[in-house]
């Protein structure tokens, strides 16, 4: 009910008689009062004045499921939204709802991760209130070949979710970082599920530095968060309102062609690596080039010795010649 008071009230912008809440909610007026004070300790700054009703002023700068839901405009993705105050891994819990059950287009948001996992097994510091930790748990009839260019329509949904947000274009740092001055903001971890031919289930974690914050020693000198670069204050619950909208239509694309054609021109808008030079970090032996661009497969094209060679994000990694980008 909380959730669709919020609703009421967001959508009108103005005053709400307590009395038309609680017809259009089919709960007594009390019941009414009793939820907008609930709301109110949770923090929401909710005008009551007599003769009018209620009006919503401000809202805090929380993830709970009843915020989330309450700003959602999608269509499927998030219909079900699960939110732990703290929990060890959105991708871990987001693994362990779909062996249970879950369905395709939950949204497992935790505002603290004491287990927080990054690509390569490092670590993701995701301290109280200071980003955005999130995973998509997806369950799509796509061939697990297919399943990594996920991973550059979520960098998408974030990079334009930040733009919409922020007011700041990022970049993308191929395959799956995003970035802003030449500094990581964002990191994607995609993990699946699979058979030998058939996909189990997707989980797409995201982690958004959103608040200045102390990061580890190791990624100091590479990492940033939004509000540090772009000088205000970002709302958590709209920008990630923000990067679901984006998510739904990128991934609407790419499964009209099972690739990345559709925004493969935008992507390579957004990508920091095009005409630098990289370092490609390949088990077989690492070698440098110039980044060209991606292809609608979402592989790198990168020319080397007057040659063009397609990279491959599940093999390799990445990086500047003279650091992170
Ligand atoms: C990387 O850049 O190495 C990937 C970082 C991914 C972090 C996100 S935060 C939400 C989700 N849960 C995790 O444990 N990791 C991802």
New binding site residues.
Partial sequence: MREQILKVLRESGSFVSGQELSSRLNVSRTAVWKAVNQLKEAGYEIEAVQNRGYRLAAAPDVLSAEELSSIRRTAWLGEKIYFYRET?????R?RSLAEDGAGHGTVVV?EI?N??????G?Q?T?PEGA?????ILLKPDIRPDDAAMLTLVAAMAVARGIERTAGKRPQIKWP??VVLSGK?V????TEMSTQIDYVNHI?V????NVKPQAFPAEIAEKATALETECGKSISRPQLLEAVLEEFEHFYGLYMETMDVSLFMEEYNSFLVNKGRQVKVLDPAGAYEGTALGINGRGELLVERQGEVVTVNSGEVSVRGIYGYV
Avoid: E, M, P
């Avoid at 060890?88 to 871990?92: E, H, K, R």
């Avoid at 287990?115 to 390569?120: P, Y």
């Avoid at 980003?131 to 995973?135: L, N, P, Q």
């Avoid at 974690?205 to 958004?208: A, E, L, T």
């Fill in positions: 060890d891994s959105t991708n871990t987001a935790a991760q287990a927080g996992r990054g690509r390569r490092r993701w995701s980003g955005v930790w999130f995973t799956n970082d990581k964002c990191g994607i971890l989980v974690g995201i982690g958004v």
